[in-house]
């Protein structure tokens, strides 16, 4: 069972960057990791996944692409999601993510079962 604890979290003004930080333990060359968010009355979304089916390019939702960026230490086991040109929609509560792929290596968002604790960003303008 992986266990997730996500940090970096924070306020920063409209046009600011900030890099959230995840620690995947019990990761496995089979683990999907991805980044959600769940924004005041609206429904957790996925951000960004892995794909294990082809590495090297992670997944990204439309409203991110461009400005969010995923990348992994494994050595320390620490998936980073790096947010830049950061807007008042970004505002959420942000969430590390990881699933095991079993027949879907491609790392749907609707695999993802396994949640770490949260870490606000507020995004003032």
């Known amino acids: 069972q992986v266990q997730l604890m996500e940090s970096g979290g924070g306020s920063v003004q409209a046009g600011g960057s900030l890099r959230l930080s995840c620690v995947a333990s019990?990761?496995?060359?089979?683990?999907?990791v991805g980044w959600f968010r769940q924004a005041p009355g609206k429904e957790r979304e996925g951000v960004a996944t892995?794909?294990?089916?082809?590495?090297?390019?992670?997944k990204y939702a439309d409203s991110v692409k461009g400005r969010f960026t995923v990348s992994r230490d494994s050595a320390k086991n620490t998936h980073y999601l790096q947010m830049n040109n950061l807007t008042a929609e970004d505002t959420a509560m942000y969430y590390c993510?990881?699933?095991?792929?079993?027949?879907?290596?491609?790392?749907?968002?609707?695999?993802?079962?396994?949640w770490g604790q949260g870490t606000q960003v507020t995004v003032t303008s």
């Open positions: 019990g990761q496995t060359f089979t683990t999907c």
């Open positions: 993510a990881a699933a095991k792929a079993l027949f879907d290596i491609s790392c749907p968002w609707t695999l993802y079962n396994t």
């Open positions: 892995t794909d294990i089916s082809n590495p090297g390019q992670p």
